[in-house]
């Protein structure tokens, strides 16, 4: 699949800052509902900075492997809050361009909306792919939240600096919730139930398992 090349790989702080604000404006908040496709996308270091990038697509009705890639880099930007997603784009890029299949949903570990400048890791490759994209994160970031109900499929909003930034949704009955936000041409409630629909047996959903999963054992 092809990924837009829509700026270079930024050097400074200042740069990458633009970067963010330059691309957030064009995130969009509504699009698809069902996908045939679904990719998760997820990156595993190797010391400071040696890493892999993983893709995997699944099949978004059996959950069945359809294709996986890994691509092998260096972290291409130091780590700054707000601006991990640095470190990883270029891995991760070179990851989708190996896909032969175009997946329909973007589904990666981290954030969307629900980042400082509101524009993570899942808004950027949204943009720069052109795909609905989603971020899942494991641990709250950005904004408040109440604790949701323990029930599988109990989500309370995310608030940040008044606005609604994504849910922490309970994804297994008493398991800690995580964190989805939208990324890119996707409604906040199609990221909520597609989560929920790829979490059906573990927390996190199964194509960021099978995509850490990749990326630490790529042989």
Partial sequence: MHVKQLHPWP??????????????????????????????????????????????????????????????????????????AFRELPALVTALELLTVTPGL???DGYGLAHPRGFGLACHLGVLTGLPSLGVGKTPF????????????AWTPILHEGATVGRALRTQPGVKPVYVSQGHRISLDTATSQVLHLAAHYRLPEPIRHADHLARHPS
């Fill in 11 to 84: 050097s400074t702080v200042a740069e990458a800052e633009s970067i963010q604000d330059r691309l957030r404006g064009h995130v969009e908040l509504t699009g698809p509902t069902a996908f045939t496709l679904v990719a998760g996308l997820d990156v595993h270091y190797h010391g400071d900075d040696e890493l892999t990038a993983a893709v995997v697509v699944l099949d978004a009705g059996t959950l069945a492997p359809v294709e996986q890639v890994v691509a092998y880099g260096k972290a291409a930007f130091p780590y700054v809050p707000g601006l991990f």
């Fill in 106 to 108: 973007l589904v990666c």
């Fill in 142 to 153: 950005v904004g408040t939240h109440e604790p949701p109900e323990q029930e599988r499929g």
